[in-house]
């Protein structure tokens, strides 16, 4: 019932940017919190930003660099990355905790990942 469509991943130099985007479809009565995590070849997933109800929290390897915010239409929550570094390289998931219609509670439902390759 539910997808989460991402894009905006790629190649990108050393202290460029890249913006990714994810969107939620299918049968969503609310959602929760909506966040992104990266998994690095043999690295266990972390979390990168996550959002819910306006506030904001990030790792600390990020802080200043990244910004997450929510789209009013389609779900949507962007990741804005700047400043990039290559220890930023990894694959970029985004997750949503989310409730359907007609369920009793929220699960969390994640896209496909996104790679993000930085240079140096």
């Known amino acids: 019932q539910v997808q989460l469509v991402e894009s905006g991943g790629g190649l990108v130099q050393a202290g460029g940017s890249l913006r990714l985007s994810c969107a939620a479809s299918g049968s969503i009565f609310s959602i929760n919190t909506m966040g992104w995590y990266r998994q690095a070849p043999g690295k266990q997933r972390e979390l990168v930003a996550v959002?819910?109800?306006?506030?904001?929290n990030y790792a600390d390897s990020v802080t200043g660099r990244f910004s997450i915010s929510r789209g009013n239409a389609k779900n949507s929550v962007y990741l804005q990355m700047n400043s990039l570094k290559p220890e930023d390289t990894a694959v970029y998931y985004c997750?949503?905790?989310?409730?359907?219609?007609?369920?009793?509670?929220?699960?969390?439902?994640w896209g496909q990942g996104t790679q993000v390759t930085v240079s140096s």
């Open positions: 959002i819910s109800g306006g506030r904001t």
């Open positions: 997750k949503a905790d989310l409730r359907t219609i007609g369920s009793l509670r929220s699960w969390d439902y």
